[in-house]
């Protein structure tokens, strides 16, 4: 079933939660046993154990349990305490539960004692991971909200993070999605202003996976998309993977099972890549579900069997059931209706054992489709009134604990009131006695009352003329900037316009001076063809002189640059014109004659003529129409 997929993704999300860190151990177990005995070594193996807690739990355990043994000699109970937390930090890391339970509860008795509110906040929150992997989840909500009570005493922004968002996994748990959003969300906020990348990464895969979970999955999407390049950024494999995974289980609740597929395949090298066992059980069993949902039974089963085998050795009771349940659709598919409801009793034994009611609840569903599916119609009715039996017990039990703290609260009203009648009682035996003492007390008191009020006024004026002196410096301070750079500006324009008006200037010459001296030598040459006298020489400086290709590049480019905004706007309008006919149209709007720009260019004026008899029908103009008016109107 797809619902199923998305808690097991949500017990990983915990799990990362408290272990985010550094992983890599920067001193060696050799320097820290070179010291002396003393409270410095028993730091630094401390040290050692929570940076290998992650890639080494068996070390870590090794390097905690160092410390202990350490600080027992030295009779030094805050050490005792913290090599306790760090041993349960370590057994739970390597997925012994149990003994991460029982070495957890002895660090909150010693650190009741002697630790800090960090101390005590850490390991509360880590008890919390541990029930709440066990499926404690009533129990591991309590210790939550002690965890993140006292990370807010302590100051301790980060750890009233990670139990916060914790706080938003046990109620997803618990199916209080709206109270897990919640939660969720002052995460975000808490994460964002600690402007830790794996801390705000790790609460946006967490709303994300819950509202995938709620079916809007256009949300679920987003969140994890922004959490991983933030799980990339902090260097977090695992993390990426996780949300890798995430999206891939919001495609396969949507039903897009490829993009599902793509995804849970880019998750699972990481998974192997990190030895995250979790993980893998994880993603193989969501890749199996897809090819179950594609009703593929013989892809799907061997990858429930691996699956099922990573969460048997690990421990996971939830992901176990899961797995179970899905191998009996599985072999139910293939036509195998007595192992499939033998699966489906092994599922029913795991789901029993956990407890959980609204899992239960889904078991009970899942499995009267299938005995439905078979035809059995009357075991599918039992399975279904089993259902209803546990919803039903679901909201009675919320009925009651509503009923229960409305008891509560009437209770507790019930004796402020008593507690209030005796007051008054004792307070009129009393008045009389202390008449002119009260009296006196009142007239000090309303004196002392109405100069706070006076006092409070005073400042108050004091700081509205103080606001408004500094708003007025700070408006009068912006009005002269603003001046200031509204002369630049001006300035600036003028010296760009005077610029423009001097190349406009010096290219019209320019122009003027190449048809001038094309003339000039073009009459000589003329002359001396005609007197037929032999000047060789002669005649080819000057036909050097006639090709000026250099001048000519000069003048192309300075056109070019007092023509840049008439270009582009020029090609908008008429994207087909060539380069020539730009230049054509430049040097019209210079004013230049068809003579001048013949002189210029090196062709005939009936060229140019030509040439802008083509413009014109490009353009469109009627013969009324004149060309370079109506190109400097450009």
Not at 362 to 381: C, M, N, T, V, W
Request: glycine share 6%; charged share 25%; with cysteine.
């Amino acid at each position: 079933m797809k619902r199923a997929v998305l808690p097991s993704i949500l017990i990983f999300v915990s799990i990362v939660l408290h272990l985010g860190g550094s992983v890599s151990a920067t001193q060696s177990l050799k320097a820290a046993r070179s010291e002396s005995g003393d409270s410095n070594t028993v730091n630094r193996l401390l040290d050692q154990a929570k940076n290998l807690r992650r890639t080494d739990p068996a070390k870590s355990y090794t390097l905690a349990k160092e410390a202990s043994d350490l600080s027992r000699q030295l009779s030094w109970k805050i050490g005792i305490a913290r090599s306790e937390f760090s041993k349960a930090s370590a057994s739970y890391n390597s997925g012994n539960l149990r003994q991460a339970d029982s070495l957890s509860r002895l660090a909150v008795t010693l650190l009741e004692k002697d630790g800090s509110f960090g101390d005590q906040a850490g390991n509360f929150n880590l008890l919390g991971l541990i029930l709440m992997n066990a499926g404690g989840y009533i129990e591991a909500e309590r210790w939550f909200r002690k965890a993140e009570e006292k990370f807010s005493i302590a100051g301790d922004l980060r750890g009233q993070v990670k139990a916060l968002s914790n706080l938003g996994v046990i109620n997803f748990y618990q199916s209080r999605y709206d109270q897990s959003t919640r939660y969720y969300l002052l995460a975000l906020r808490g994460a964002e202003k600690t402007n830790d990348p794996f801390l705000i990464a790790e609460v946006n895969a967490n709303l994300g996976l819950g509202y995938s979970t709620q079916k809007d999955f256009t949300k679920a999407i987003w969140y994890l998309r922004i959490a991983l390049p933030l799980y990339r950024q902090a260097k977090d494999a695992r993390g990426e993977g996780r949300a890798l995974a995430g999206i891939g289980t919001a495609f396969f609740n949507v039903g897009k099972l490829d993009s599902a597929l793509i995804y849970y395949d880019l998750a699972t090298p990481i998974f192997k890549e990190t030895a995250d066992v979790s993980g893998m059980g994880q993603v193989i069993n969501n890749i199996g579900e897809v090819y179950l949902q594609q009703r593929k039974y013989i892809n799907a089963i061997p990858l429930f069997d691996e699956a099922l085998k990573i969460r048997t050795e690990n421990n996971e009771a939830y992901g176990i059931a899961i797995t179970l349940t899905n191998l009996a659709k599985a072999w139910s598919g293939r036509g195998n209706t007595k192992r499939a409801a033998m699966l489906f009793d092994s599922a029913g034994v795991v789901a029993r054992k956990l407890g959980i009611d609204w899992f239960l609840a889904e078991f009970h569903i899942s499995r009267a489709d299938y005995l439905e599916q078979q035809g059995d119609y009357r075991r599918a009715l039992d399975e279904f009134r089993r259902y209803a039996l546990i919803r039903d017990t679901i909201f009675s039990n919320e009925k009651a604990r509503t009923i229960s703290e409305l008891q509560t609260i009437y209770e507790s009203e019930k004796k402020e009131n008593q507690l209030l009648l005796k007051d008054k009682q004792i307070l009129l035996l009393e008045q009389t006695r202390n008449y002119y003492l009260t009296g006196i007390l009142l007239v000090v008191l309303i004196a002392l009352f109405l100069y706070i009020i006076y006092s409070r006024k005073r400042i108050k004026e004091q700081q509205v003329l103080l606001e408004a002196r500094q708003n007025r410096l700070v408006a009068e301070r912006r009005s002269r900037m603003a001046e200031t750079e509204l002369e630049q500006s001006q300035l600036k324009a003028q010296q760009l316009a005077s610029e423009l008006e001097f190349r406009r200037r010096e290219i019209t010459q320019l122009a003027l001076h190449i048809n001038y001296k094309n003339e000039i030598l073009e009459n000589i040459r003329n002359t001396n063809q005609l007197a037929n006298i032999d000047f060789t020489g002669v005649d080819s400086t000057i036909e050097r002189q006639l090709d000026i290709v250099k001048q000519r590049e000069d003048f192309d480019i300075n056109i070019n640059l007092i023509h840049a905004d008439f270009y582009q706007k020029l090609m908008t309008r008429f994207p087909t014109l060539t380069e020539n006919d730009r230049k054509l149209c430049a040097m019209l709007r210079l004013g230049l004659s068809s003579k001048e720009i013949a002189g210029v260019q090196n062709i005939s004026p009936k060229s140019v003529d030509m040439t802008r008899y083509r413009l014109r029908k490009k353009f469109n103009l009627g013969i009324d129409v004149d060309l370079v008016k109506w190109l400097n109107e450009i």
